[in-house]
């Protein structure tokens, strides 16, 4: 067994865990509330107009309808509910922070993804980009059918044949 021990003086042990936690805190806090790139996960790129959000959509395999179905502006509540604290927990996955948001606006835009497969086919499915300036703070798949499913936004695996 191999011990190493060594003493630091005072100032030396204050200045080295001043680095660390300004490393530390750069680090979780890096950005201006933008998705955080996780393990592969990329960072999603500034989105001015209709045609950049489109063209975020099919970089991840989504064929989507040019224009959107709806486009809607919604305010992040201050205290999170259940549901947006599951919400949030599911975007978490994909990098991005949406309690960082709360008591803020943002534009949501909703396109038809036009080869979403589900279980038993093709079935119609919904992606929602939550935009808070040119920036995709949030980003979903959903099913507008009664008992349809709601998952984050990832890109899409390849069709088996």
């Known amino acids: ?36 790139p996780v393990f592969g996960v990329p960072k999603p790129p500034k989105c001015k107009t209709n045609e950049d959000r489109v063209a975020y959509l099919t970089s991840l395999g989504w064929e989507v309808a040019p224009e959107p179905v709806s486009q809607t502006e919604v305010l992040i509540p201050k205290e999170f509910d259940e549901i947006y604290v599951k919400y949030s927990q599911m975007l978490q996955s994909r990098g991005f922070r949406l309690e960082r ?49 709601l998952q984050v936004l990832a890109e899409r695996e390849p069709a088996e044949k």
């Open 1 to 36: 067994m191999f011990i190493l021990s060594f003493r630091l003086r005072r100032g030396v042990a204050a200045a080295v865990f001043a680095v660390c936690l300004t490393f530390l805190g750069f680090f979780f806090l890096a950005g201006d509330g933008e998705a955080i």
């Open 101 to 149: 948001y709360k008591g803020k606006t943002a534009d949501k835009y909703v396109y038809q993804v036009l080869n979403y497969e589900g279980e038993k086919g093709p079935e119609e499915a919904l992606a929602s980009l939550l935009m808070r300036g040119d920036t995709i703070i949030g980003a979903d798949l959903s099913s507008p059918r009664l008992g349809g499913f």
